[in-house]
Structure formats: C-alpha cells, structure tokens
C-alpha cells in the first residue's frame, strides 16, 4: 500500500477513468481513496462474538470477492513460472528459442482449455 501511494497509484486510479480493480486484502482502505475503483474483501466487523447469520453472509461475500478474483491469481503465478527464465544457466544465444517454446506451449495450454476439440 505505502509503495502503491509512493509511485502515485492511488493519485492514478482515482483521477483516470473508472475501473474495477480486484485486489487483495493487503489492499483494504484503498477503496475508499479511490473512489470505490479497488475492491478488496470485505473487512471482517466482528472479532469475538459474531451473530450467527454475520458469519454466514461474510463467509458468502469472501466467496463471492475470491471467485472474482481468480483470473488474477492465475495470471501471478504464471508470471512466477517465467521468473524460472531469468536464472536460466545455460547459453544465452538460446533464450530466445526457449523463450519461443514456452510461450507458445502456454498459449497452447489456454487454447485447449478453452477450446475441448483441440485437445491432442
């Protein structure tokens, strides 16, 4: 949060054009300073004692904020599986190539996860 306010993120997000940006809960209080553009889950109101039916629609509304926020997570770790690219060992007049290969094995990979009739 304190980097995000340092590079002049939130200055960005609540000036630009309205967007929803899925986040996480490191995140919490930026909402507000964006004007609602960073969802975040939902901050937890009760912390000993919590009615019953709180605990039910806040367990609903997790959910719901994780479901969204899937796509993200998926798309953070596919770039840790590139990170495995930058301590290559091996020659460096071939990264190029290897670069190349997977990138089209992920794009073959979304492909046939979208689309069940191009499965090999």
Do not use: C
Request: glycine share 8%.
């Amino acid at each position: 949060m304190t980097q995000a306010r340092r590079l002049g993120m939130v200055q960005l997000l609540a000036d630009g054009p309205f967007m929803e940006i899925f986040a996480d809960a490191v995140y919490q209080g930026m909402g507000a300073q964006t004007g609602g553009r960073v969802i975040t889950p939902p901050h937890r109101k009760f912390k000993k004692s919590a009615p019953s039916w709180y605990e039910e629609r806040h367990e609903q509304q997790r959910r719901a904020h994780s479901s969204r926020r899937i796509r993200v997570e998926h798309g953070i770790a596919h770039l840790k599986n590139w990170r495995a690219l930058t301590r290559h060992l091996g020659r460096r007049e071939h990264m190029n190539d290897i670069v190349q290969a997977v990138a089209g094995t992920l794009s073959h990979q979304q492909t046939a996860t979208l689309d069940p009739g191009l499965r090999a």
